[in-house]
Each structure stands twice: as structure tokens, then as C-alpha cells.
């Protein structure tokens, strides 16, 4: 996808809570006020999805969030 970097960080969180778990997927732009952030969503989520039916089954459930934060340039977690 033209709009990334390809630099991304994933985590999954335990929704204890929620008794869910919750993958947050963040991922650096080259221009993040020019990013379709949906077109990028989706596209990822229909790849994630695609070979796992259980947890596409959990997802359109609601019972799978997926949350998407994106970043400018150098602006991921630090590695270190």
C-alpha cells in the first residue's frame, strides 16, 4: 500500500474485563493526514482474516476487536 512505510507493531491485549482479546495494530505513514486510513483497515483486516475462520467468526461477532492507530515517520514504539 503506497501510504505506508511498511513499519508496523502489533499487540494483542487480554480484555479481561471484556473477556475478549484485542489485537491493536499500529502502523507508520509517510503523510499521515494524506493516509486512507480505511482503505488501509480494511485491507489489512481482510487479509488477517482470510485463512483463520475462527477468528473471523469472533471478529463479526464483536468478540475480536481490532483497533487501528497510525503514525507519522519514526513516531512507532521504541525497539529498545
Given at each position: 500500500?503506497?501510504?505506508?512505510?511498511?513499519?508496523?507493531e502489533?499487540?494483542?491485549?487480554?480484555?479481561?474485563?471484556?473477556?475478549?482479546?484485542?489485537?491493536?495494530?499500529?502502523?507508520?505513514?509517510?503523510d499521515?493526514?494524506?493516509?486512507?486510513?480505511?482503505?488501509?483497515?480494511?485491507?489489512?483486516?481482510?487479509?488477517?482474516?482470510?485463512?483463520?475462520?475462527?477468528?473471523?467468526?469472533?471478529?463479526?461477532?464483536?468478540?475480536?476487536?481490532?483497533?487501528?492507530?497510525?503514525?507519522?515517520?519514526?513516531?512507532?514504539?521504541?525497539?529498545?
Open positions: 500500500m503506497e501510504f505506508l512505510s511498511g513499519e508496523y502489533a499487540f494483542l491485549y487480554d480484555g479481561r474485563t471484556s473477556g475478549e482479546a484485542i489485537l491493536r495494530v499500529s502502523l507508520e505513514c509517510f499521515i493526514h494524506n493516509c486512507n486510513k480505511k482503505l488501509v483497515a480494511d485491507q489489512f483486516i481482510e487479509s488477517f482474516l482470510k485463512n483463520e475462520p475462527s477468528l473471523a467468526n469472533h471478529y463479526q461477532e464483536g468478540n475480536f476487536p481490532i483497533i487501528f492507530n497510525f503514525t507519522g515517520p519514526g513516531e512507532l514504539e521504541p525497539t529498545n
